[in-house]
């Protein structure tokens, strides 16, 4: 499976960003995709994540600001970020897991000013 994300970029806090991720190869019928980010010197953490029937779970810091989408027939997952803080400021991975196997993007830079 293979994985390529964009829409990140630079925003001014309070702003908004999308991101996209699409997914390609072999790809079977209970699945998760979702979004984690990380900044340096510091673990990947959890962004949000969306089950095949649609169920998502989040983050303590993105709910009510973030919202994860997915279109099963396209191979996309979307990631809209509302409110955007300084904090937020990351290297955000998309990713796929199935059958046990886990796939990471490429990472996308999203960068919030203050």
């Known amino acids: 499976v293979q994985l390529q994300a964009s829409g990140g970029g630079l925003v001014q806090a309070g702003g908004s960003l999308r991101l996209s991720c699409a997914a390609s190869?072999?790809?079977?019928?209970?699945?998760?995709m979702g979004w984690f980010r990380q900044t340096p010197g510091n673990q990947r953490e959890l962004v949000a994540v969306?089950?095949?029937?649609?169920?998502?779970n989040y983050a303590a810091s993105a709910k009510g600001r973030f919202t994860i989408s997915r279109d099963k027939a396209k191979k996309m997952v979307y990631l809209q970020m509302n409110s955007l803080k300084p904090e937020d400021t990351a290297v955000y991975y998309c990713?796929?897991?199935?059958?046990?196997?886990?796939?990471w993007g490429q990472g996308t830079q999203v960068t919030v000013s203050s």
């Open positions: 190869g072999s790809i079977f019928g209970a699945n998760v």
């Open positions: 969306i089950l095949s029937n649609g169920a998502a």
């Open positions: 990713s796929f897991q199935q059958r046990g196997d886990a796939y």
